[in-house]
């Protein structure tokens, strides 16, 4: 599996690459209002919107993330309060030999 995905990845790069060196036109980027750069490589306009689009979506996904660690962590919180009142001689470590019945031989 590890094979396959570092073919696809190499796949990808290959691609992207064989795209970067087919777009290397200049191109005129103009912002708001009058501002403009004249002559920007098209693919490096491409690649930072691209990083762009990624950092955003990547910094949308945080508010999410950070809920759902918090409400893991409140679970098992509740799991271990929930254990100890369950078997309440849990704190007392026994032998592992003790916990395995024994075979006989």
């Known amino acids: ?24 036109d200049p191109v005129g980027v103009t912002f708001y ?3 403009a ?10 690649l930072t919107t691209f990083v762009l689009g ?7 996904t945080v508010p999410g993330s950070l809920r759902r660690r918090r409400e893991v962590a409140r679970l098992r919180k509740e799991l271990e309060r929930i254990q100890a009142a ?3 001689d849990s704190g ?6 003790l916990l395995m019945p024994m075979s006989p031989l």
């Not at 990808?12 to 087919?22: D, G, N, R, Y």
């Not at 750069?37 to 491409?46: D, E, K, S, Y």
């Not at 990624?54 to 949308?60: D, M």
């Not at 007392?92 to 030999?97: D, I, L, M």
């Open 1 to 24: 599996m590890r094979y396959i995905v570092w073919a696809l990845r190499l796949i990808v790069f290959l691609a992207v690459l064989l795209f970067a060196l087919k777009n290397t």
């Open 33 to 35: 209002g009058d501002w």
């Open 37 to 46: 750069v004249q002559g920007v490589p098209l693919i490096v306009v491409m």
């Open 54 to 60: 990624t950092v955003f979506g990547l910094l949308l």
């Open 86 to 88: 369950v078997n309440p």
């Open 92 to 97: 007392a470590q026994t032998p592992p030999e």
